[in-house]
Structure formats: C-alpha cells, structure tokens
C-alpha cells in the first residue's frame, strides 16, 4: 500500500473538528510561519529531537554516531544539524529515551489499523479522523488513500489545510472531505510573505475555488499580537470571508507559547519569545467584529 510520513498520531482529540477524533500529523509544510506550535511539522526530512531534561549523560548517543554530529561542551550534549542526518543509531542507544526522531515512514495500512481502533468513539461522539499537519496536501496519493480507507468504513473525515496548494489537488480533495478546516492568516500580501514565508495569493484563490465547488468549509483564524490582530486585518478577513457567501462558521485560535520547547528540541530558533498572548478583552472584541458579519464564530481553548 502507499506510504506517507508522518510525525504523530494524537487519540482522543477535541480541537480538530466535531467530536472525539484522531488526528493524523503529516510531515512537511510548504508555510513557516513564526508562531507554529509544530514545527517538527515543517521540514519533510527526519529530525533528530533532544530533550535537555531526560538526559543523563552516559555519552552512549557519542559512541554511536558514525557522523561525529554529537558532542559534550560543558557538559551538554550538542548537536551538530549539519552533520546529522537523523539516522536513529543515536536514538536506539540512548536509555533515558532523551533523544528520538521526529517523522515515520508509514503505510496506508498502519494508519488504518490506528484509526479503526478508535472507531466506537467516533461513533457515540459523532467524532471521526482529521488529517492535520505540517500540511496535508505535500502528500496527497498518501491522502487519498487514507481517506479511501475512511470511506469504506464509513468514519467522518476532516482536513487541515493551509490551502497552500495547487488548484488541481486543492479540487482533488474538496468535496472528498466531510469538513474542510481552512486557515486563513494575513490579508496583506506583504505581511503574509514575511510571517509565513509564501504568498497569500493562492491560498485565498484556492478558498474561492473551494466554495464554489460546495466543500464545507470552516475557517481558522490564529490571532497573533503585533502581527494580525489590527483592526484592519480583521475586517478585511470579515470582508473577504463574506463575499464568498458560503463561509459560516469561524475559529479563533489565541497565540499561546506551547511550542516553545519543541524549537529548542530541534535546535530551531523561535522569533516570537517575547510576544505575550492576546488578553481576554483582545479576543471579545475580534469575536465581536466577525460576528458582526453573520459568522458563528468559535474561540478554541487550546
């Protein structure tokens, strides 16, 4: 069967559409957006991840490495990215479990095997399985065939999606899923390439296209202090999600810190360390003023 990478499968999860589901995390995203929680999400290759904590020093991953990409300096494991290649011979050694590797080679098969597990709980919740991310759509005869498998049984599909993609993959999936979760970031063209990386160009075009082909859309909107919580990418976000006349539901998703860890683990440099997350007052009033545009709108507790 078709194989994909992957970084996590989370059980039980409650933020990632109705009901109790699984999300699946693919591996690679085509955006790098400054605030991501996931960034062992964004690169497509293996990773190696060191927690600093778990450690005990016994130099073991040192005399494993065939690459000479470890190192103790004063008295602490250090990594050299360059060198390693995230082969795992490191990982295998280490007893405290303070190193492992980020992203799996998986199959079609595996994941199903997962996911039918947690079936009576989709079920008595009406609950089902997200594909999330890292962005989907990178992998998507991997997708596809995942949800393949889900329609057989039966499970109710949602996917996560930057909309980073092209038209033809972006119409391959859109009326494929039950739930489309759509996130839309930064109106200003400027401003989306400087704190994602991409332009916002195909990402609002392919939203269109997937309206006017009936996905069922609900849009995400991650609110970041300084960067897209002005009064004026609100409203200009109001404005566009209502000229498409299908959009009826929002989520507002606050900044929050939790990813903090995960950039040190990977030796990746977090640009946001000293932005607070957005007060209660903040995010009333933006919920305040979507709403003011006929949206349901939905403030995650993440």
Known sequence: MKKGVVFNVEKYAIHDGPGIRTTVFFKGCPLHCWWCHNPEGQSRSFELVFRPSRCIGCGECIKSCTRQALAYESRQLVIDRKRCTACGSCVSKC???????????????????????????????????????????????????????????????????????????????????????????????????????????????????????????????PIIPLINDGEENIEKTGEFLASLRKIESVSILPYHRLGVDKYRSLGKLYRLSDTPTPSTGKIKMIKEELEAFGFKVRVEDR
Do not use: W
């Open 95 to 221: 007893p405290s479990e303070a190193l492992s590797i980020a992203g799996k080679m998986t199959s079609v098969e595996d994941v199903t095997r997962i996911i039918e597990k947690d079936m009576p709980f989709y079920d008595e919740s009406k609950g089902g399985v997200t594909f999330s991310g890292g962005e989907p759509l990178l992998q998507p005869d991997f997708l596809e065939a995942l949800l393949d498998e889900c329609v057989k049984r039966s499970i109710n599909t949602t996917l996560d999606t930057s909309g980073y993609a092209s038209p033809n993959v972006v119409e391959r999936f859109c009326r494929k899923v039950n739930l489309l979760l759509y996130d839309i970031k930064i109106m200003n063209d400027v401003r989306h390439r400087k704190y994602t990386g991409v332009s916002n160009r195909v990402i609002l075009r392919n939203l269109q296209r997937i309206v006017k082909n009936g996905g069922t859309v609900e849009v995400s909107l």
